[in-house]
């Protein structure tokens, strides 16, 4: 079964531009979370989705928004970047929203903001 | 508000020696503790889990040993290998599915 996708791996934008992250869940989970991370910080959660409404959402500003797909598919989305936003955003699935249910991690997307 | 705290930050082991890395949490929501192994260039893999009303889960060379009272676990990993060699993160998970995280210990295993 093939794991979490995420597109594209790498990205580099400029402040101020806004930005789109795509993840793709393994087939069959149907709760997908946003995670953060950065040296600083290190992981941090942004919000989770199932059935394409969200449960859960972090600490983070309203510029980073997110979406879930009838297909369980979800985006994230990123406004008017700024420096700080440099980071691996990562998505991770897992079968439903059930405490205790394994999360599993994609290989992130690499965002560079200039 | 760091919830979980990890240490050591770093760890160098020696091949065949066992590798220990703690965390302790404050936050008594959480009532399940993952542990999560990831290598550069990639996203973190679960690795092994407990939940609290247990003291000890064993895996192979990883072990989780927790003490509820103390609110603090540990991941132990026997016989540590050079593949091993990754940094490791404790979590804690409170209802909502949302993994509040150490700050990771990066271990390297000397051959």
């Known amino acids: 079964k093939a794991g979490v996708t995420q597109t594209p791996r790498y990205l580099i934008k400029t402040r101020g531009q806004q930005v789109t992250l795509s993840c793709s869940p393994i087939?069959?989970?149907?709760?997908v979370s946003w995670y953060q991370q950065t040296p600083g910080q290190g992981l941090q959660f942004l919000f989770e989705?199932?059935?394409?409404?969200?449960?859960n959402k972090g600490n983070f500003p309203g510029r980073f928004s997110g979406r879930q797909f009838s297909n369980s598919r979800s985006e994230m989305n990123v406004s008017t970047l700024e420096l700080g936003d440099s980071a691996l955003y990562l998505c991770?699935?897992?079968?439903?929203?059930?405490?205790?249910?394994?999360?599993?991690f994609g290989p992130g997307t690499r965002l560079t903001v200039l | 508000q760091q919830q979980v705290k990890q240490s050591p930050q770093s760890l160098i082991v020696q091949k065949g020696g066992i590798s220990i890395i703690n965390c302790a949490y404050e936050?008594?929501?959480?009532?399940?503790f993952p542990w999560y192994q990831q290598f550069p260039g990639k996203g973190p893999a679960l690795l092994i889990a407990?939940?609290?009303?247990?003291s000890e889960k064993k895996e192979g060379r990883f072990t989780i040993s927790f003490n509820k009272s103390a609110k603090q676990f540990s991941l132990h990993i026997m016989d540590s290998q050079p593949g091993d060699s990754a940094t490791y993160f404790c979590?804690?998970?409170?209802?909502?599915?949302?993994?509040?995280f150490g700050e990771g210990t990066q271990l390297t295993v000397n051959p």
């Open positions: 991770a699935s897992r079968w439903g929203p059930a405490k205790g249910l394994a999360q599993y």
């Open positions: 087939s069959g989970h149907r709760s």
């Open positions: 989705y199932f059935s394409e409404t969200q449960r």
């Open positions: 936050n008594t929501a959480f009532d399940y």
């Open positions: 407990i939940r609290p009303d247990v």
């Open positions: 979590a804690g998970e409170t209802s909502g599915s949302r993994l509040t």
